[in-house]
């Protein structure tokens, strides 16, 4: 049986993982890999007041006094500019598998930094990739694995979501393409294989005389090796949420929508093939719960998973070319401009 130490206290940490790990220990079957004690918890911010259901300690080493590394796995929630540093610092104390949340780093170089501390300690680093342990991006891929729409064209993916707020009082991440676009990214190269970055663009968020530099909109296109084209945009001032994926085949459209939130986790899929009824089925879709769920099965089991980072990786090095060739394109509209 596996413990639980939550590295990073604040939104993911907090309100995402720390609920569905509660869930999790109440609803799943005996014989699943969950201690029972209560997970442990330590931020590298000072705490304010303490966070129901979690025991805190003040450091990595305090952490370890009290686990077996052996038997915990260590959720890496801190904001992605800082898990290289407290990747290092925790492997330091013996932790030795980790869960890390998406993205896995900004850029090649942190994510390079990272494959080298995995293979000289000997770390099994998993990543938390929600839409890739979806029953929409399932049933998505038995779609196009099957054949029975023809050959997959192109992908289009909205992700639009009210984060003002946030963005403008806990600046978190460098850009709006690493707050959803590593879900969608990861979906695209699972669904198309790999591909290349034919063009990128972003935008600030902006309210009143509040300006949050890059974290407004992103947009980029990807054509992938087999032709297919992804075209996927991110809106983090929108009014409203969406979480919606086209996929568009030589003989039909599939149009799926993700839950938006947990208080309603619920999936939806249209398939419209030319000349037929289309389908319309809504279903369970709790795709943190299974993420979580899964990692912590593989490793127990002692699982590779190897593989998972590779395709991380992958997912990062398009968002690192499209945060290159966005901001290559905001200076050529401010020198058009001036």
Known sequence: MLHTLLVGLGRSGRELHLPVLHKLRQTTAAGDPFAPEPPLGYD???????????VTVDSPAAARARLDPARTVVHLCTPPDQRVEVLRELAGVGFR???????????????????????????????????????????????????????????????????????????????AFDVELPHSVGVALRLAGAGRVEAASWTDARAGTS???????????????????????????????????????DAGTAVGHYPVSG?????????????????????????????LLQVYRDFAAGADVTADFALQAEVVAVLERAKEQAAAAARKGYLHVG
């Open 263 to 291: 208080e309603d986790p619920y999936a939806h899929l249209r398939v419209r093939p030319i000349g037929l009824p289309q389908t319309h089925d809504v279903f369970p879709d709790e795709a943190l719960d299974a993420c």
């Open 97 to 175: 598998r980790f869960l890390v949340e998406k993205p896995i780093g900004t850029d090649g170089a942190a994510v390079e930094a990272m494959r080298r501390l995995r293979d000289e300690r000997g770390l099994a680093l998993a990543v938390v990739a929600p839409w890739l342990h979806s029953t929409l991006t399932e049933r998505l891929g038995r779609l196009v694995r099957s054949g029975s729409l023809g050959g997959l064209r192109r992908i289009t993916v909205h992700q639009r979501k009210p984060r003002l707020r946030r963005s403008l009082s806990t600046p978190s991440h460098p850009s």
């Open 211 to 249: 300006v949050v530099p890059r974290m407004g909109t992103a947009q980029l296109t990807v054509r992938h090796e087999g032709g297919v084209i992804s075209e996927i945009d991110t809106d983090l001032t929108s009014p409203l949420r969406e979480r919606s994926i086209t996929l568009e085949f």
């Open 44 to 54: 590298i911010r000072p705490l304010g007041e303490p966070v129901p259901g979690l």
